[in-house]
């Protein structure tokens, strides 16, 4: 068993139980990579049983705090089993959410989705990846389940020296999807090759499977590719942001609704359900687009409500801004723009303008519900970029919500970097 000894003074954050430790407190020591260490204060104090990695600034990330605590299979499937059951303490109105959030749920650099009957894991780290197979076989075992898509694609993987891996780790051919499926758009072009696997039975060809999956939402139906979508398929952590911008369009009665950066129209079809007349929704990706359409289409909203446009989002703004239009709603949910706190300054120009454009172009009296995934932006920041850009805009708004990461998306006291999601209400206001 390989000893970690950090520097004087760097136990600090461990034994307050954060689980990273980073490159820069490390005294001594080594490991290889997804090797389980002992961590040790510079007197020699027991920290944590912790997975190496050789490559990452964040060297080694804690399994346990417990010395007794052995880190063995049978370790994992208590955590998974833990992780799995604290989902019914939420309040999830959907077949689709996440089981397990990495550092939140004790197992660091794990993420896994549960969309229907398929499981969508991300393996971003050395330790996980080491221990994959049992991982897996938990899954499975703990879920009932039997389809299992990895998608281990996130650029974290090459911090940590690993390749990017996707595919099917178990699975069968899909159940029949609802009858709106034939308006899909086509599946598979330009998707990953999948890998054969021990999970998947002799002679089943792991690469046909269908990675096209329908999960239920609050009052409606959406659809999505786990093998294509962002993330592991969708943003399960704006499920209950889309409920309450239901709930504002159904109370408010919004006329035109602008969707900026929709993805796959999930926003979109919230805004419909709540009765809003119209909705513009924008995206740079074509097959994102086309999916938002198909969604549309799924609920039975008619197309005559929207206008999908595949197009910059910043551009499409400033247009709008010439041309005098405004809308009595707008949903801003931009990409990571600072996935770190060293992009942070540049990130924040970012976040300014567009929301500078945005309340511009906002009627008065109108909400905007606008967001920030980066982790290098704290939720301080952040208001205070919406706020200087109300002012460049010249205009106020009240605060009417602070918005999070669904409840399957936990954060906790010992981990507050896993509040990566951040989103205000705002509701535009006569400059005074």
Same mark, same amino acid.
């Given at each position: 068993?390989?000893?970690?000894?950090?520097?004087?003074?760097?136990?600090?954050?461990?034994?307050?139980?954060?689980?990273?430790?980073?490159?820069?407190?490390?005294? %001594?020591?080594?490991?290889?990579?997804?090797?389980?260490?002992?961590?040790?204060?510079?007197?020699?104090?027991?920290?944590?049983?912790?997975?190496?990695?050789?490559? %990452?600034? #964040?060297?080694?990330?804690?399994?346990?705090?417990?010395?007794?605590?052995?880190?063995?299979?049978?370790?994992? #499937?208590?955590?998974?089993?833990?992780?799995?059951?604290?989902?019914?303490?939420?309040? #999830?109105?959907?077949? =689709? *959410?996440?089981?397990?959030?990495?550092?939140?749920?004790?197992?660091?650099?794990?993420?896994?989705?549960?969309?229907?009957?398929?499981?969508?894991?991300?393996?971003? +780290?050395? $330790?996980?990846?080491?221990?994959? +197979?049992?991982?897996?076989?938990?899954?499975?075992?703990? @879920?009932?389940?039997?389809?299992?898509?990895?998608? +281990?694609?996130? %650029?974290?993987?090459?911090?940590?020296?690993?390749?990017?891996?996707?595919?099917?780790?178990?699975?069968?051919?899909?159940?029949?999807?609802?009858?709106?499926?034939?308006?899909?758009?086509?599946?598979?072009?330009?998707?990953?090759?999948?890998?054969?696997?021990?999970?998947?039975?002799?002679?089943?060809?792991?690469?046909?499977?269908?990675?096209?999956?329908?999960?239920?939402?609050?009052?409606?139906?959406?659809?999505?590719?786990?093998?294509?979508?962002?993330?592991?398929?969708?943003?399960?952590?704006?499920?209950? %942001?889309?409920?309450?911008?239901?709930?504002?369009?159904?109370?408010?009665?919004?006329?035109?609704?602008?969707?900026?950066?929709?993805?796959? $129209?999930?926003? @979109?079809?919230?805004?419909?359900?709540? =009765?809003?007349?119209?909705?513009?929704?924008?995206?740079?990706? $074509?097959?994102? #687009?086309?999916?938002?359409?198909?969604?549309?289409?799924?609920?039975?909203?008619?197309?005559?409500?929207?206008?999908?446009?595949?197009?910059?989002?910043?551009?499409?703004?400033?247009?709008? *801004?010439?041309?005098?239009?405004?809308?009595?709603?707008?949903?801003?949910?931009?990409?990571?723009?600072?996935?770190?706190?060293?992009?942070?300054?540049?990130?924040?120009?970012?976040?300014?303008?567009?929301?500078?454009?945005?309340?511009?172009?906002?009627?008065?009296?109108?909400?905007?519900? @606008?967001?920030?995934?980066?982790?290098?932006?704290?939720?301080?920041?952040?208001?205070?970029?919406?706020?200087?850009?109300?002012?460049?805009?010249?205009?106020?708004?009240?605060?009417?919500?602070?918005?999070?990461?669904?409840?399957?998306?936990?954060?906790?006291?010992?981990?507050?970097?896993?509040?990566?999601?951040?989103?205000?209400?705002?509701?535009?206001?006569?400059?005074?």
């Amino acid at each position: 068993m390989n000893i970690i000894r950090l520097k004087d003074g760097k136990e600090r954050s461990l034994l307050r139980r954060h689980p990273w430790v980073f490159s820069g407190a490390i005294a %001594s020591g080594d490991g290889d990579s997804g090797e389980t260490v002992r961590i040790e204060s510079h007197a020699g104090q027991f920290l944590g049983w912790a997975a190496f990695s050789p490559t %990452s600034k #964040i060297r080694a990330r804690v399994w346990s705090f417990h010395e007794a605590q052995p880190i063995d299979a049978s370790f994992f #499937i208590a955590r998974i089993a833990e992780a799995i059951s604290a989902r019914s303490l939420f309040d #999830i109105k959907s077949d =689709g *959410l996440r089981l397990i959030h990495g550092e939140s749920d004790g197992l660091p650099g794990l993420v896994v989705d549960r969309y229907g009957d398929t499981l969508v894991a991300q393996f971003s +780290s050395c $330790g996980t990846e080491k221990w994959k +197979s049992v991982i897996v076989d938990a899954l499975l075992a703990q @879920t009932g389940l039997t389809r299992l898509y990895e998608r +281990s694609d996130a %650029s974290v993987r090459t911090l940590e020296g690993l390749p990017e891996a996707t595919g099917w780790l178990a699975g069968s051919v899909a159940p029949t999807l609802p009858a709106a499926r034939g308006s899909l758009p086509p599946e598979g072009a330009g998707a990953p090759a999948a890998r054969q696997s021990r999970f998947c039975g002799p002679g089943l060809d792991s690469a046909a499977l269908d990675t096209a999956v329908v999960i239920t939402e609050h009052d409606w139906t959406l659809s999505l590719d786990v093998a294509e979508g962002h993330k592991t398929g969708f943003y399960l952590d704006q499920r209950d %942001s889309r409920q309450k911008f239901a709930a504002y369009a159904r109370r408010l009665g919004f006329k035109d609704v602008l969707n900026c950066y929709c993805y796959t $129209g999930g926003f @979109t079809v919230a805004a419909l359900a709540g =009765g809003a007349q119209h909705v513009t929704s924008i995206d740079s990706s $074509g097959p994102a #687009i086309e999916r938002a359409k198909a969604n549309v289409a799924l609920n039975g909203f008619d197309a005559g409500r929207t206008t999908m446009l595949d197009a910059d989002v910043n551009a499409s703004l400033r247009q709008y *801004l010439k041309d005098g239009r405004t809308f009595d709603a707008i949903v801003l949910d931009p990409p990571k723009f600072a996935p770190t706190v060293t992009h942070a300054e540049r990130a924040a120009r970012a976040y300014k303008d567009i929301n500078r454009l945005a309340l511009s172009i906002l009627a008065p009296g109108g909400v905007l519900f @606008t967001y920030s995934c980066s982790g290098g932006i704290s939720a301080d920041l952040f208001h205070k970029i919406v706020a200087s850009a109300g002012i460049d805009a010249g205009v106020d708004a009240f605060i009417c919500e602070r918005m999070g990461g669904a409840p399957d998306h936990p954060m906790t006291v010992a981990f507050p970097e896993g509040e990566y999601l951040k989103g205000l209400v705002l509701v535009k206001r006569p400059w005074n």
